[in-house]
Nanobody, 120 residues
Framework: QVQLVESGGDLVQPGGSLRLSCAAS????????MGWYRQAPGKERELVAR???????IYADSVKGRFTISRDNAGNTVYLQMNSLKPEDTAVYYC??????????????WGQGTQVTVSS
């Protein structure tokens, strides 16, 4: 079993900052990459930021320059630093990971989601 445990969601005023964390644990052979998605009410889930297999980063245009994805040295924990938050950033944020549980088996995993609300 593999678990992704998120934390850090909160209510914040426009212009404020939050830092989300996601830790992967369990029967992990290797982590190919991790990232963050979000889903606002009535909208589809969308990519926010993620690492690629090569270690570079991809960001949604709407968050470029405001959000930064990072990870710890072990690569099991990923962070999302969110600055200059806007009301349109309000959503449930989901951690995502593509993980090999054996050398030959690769699966997609999702966290339970953490609510970020940007409002005055």
């Amino acid at each position: 079993q593999v678990q992704l445990v998120e934390s850090g969601g909160d209510l914040v005023q426009p212009g404020g900052s939050l830092r989300l964390s996601c830790a992967a644990s369990g029967s992990i052979f290797s982590i190919n990459y991790m990232g963050w998605y979000r889903q606002a009410p009535g909208k589809e889930r969308e990519l926010v930021a993620r690492f690629t297999r090569g270690g570079s980063t991809i960001y949604a245009d709407s968050v470029k320059g405001r959000f930064t994805i990072s990870r710890d040295n072990a690569g099991n924990t990923v962070y999302l630093q969110m600055n200059s938050l806007k009301p349109e950033d309000t959503a449930v944020y989901y951690c995502y990971a593509k993980i090999r549980t054996t050398p030959f088996q690769e699966y997609d995993y999702w966290g339970q989601g953490t609510q970020v609300t940007v409002s005055s």
